[in-house]
């Protein structure tokens, strides 16, 4: 898997931020490796899980890769 900048403090703690700010998170832990992290969600059901991964999450994979170009 090509990374598409490369992984420092920065990238790890601006990631941190966008999802801690995400109102379905409850708490996100660096757990361990170059790109692991633990995040404790609420939501209200299985659909409610995939609409905050795919949409939440992959909006800010397209957004930082982007900026990364």
């Known amino acids: 898997m090509k990374q598409p900048r490369p992984l420092s ?4 703690e601006g990631f941190k ?3 801690a700010a995400l109102p379905e998170v409850l708490s996100v832990f660096v757990v361990a490796g170059s790109e692991d992290f633990l995040v404790h969600v609420a939501v209200e059901d299985v659909d409610h899980l995939h609409t905050v991964l795919m949409d939440r999450f992959s909006q800010r994979r397209r957004s930082s890769t982007s900026a990364a170009q």
Do not use: A, T
Request: charged share 30%.
């Open 17 to 19: 931020g966008y999802v």
């Open 9 to 12: 403090r920065e990238v790890i």
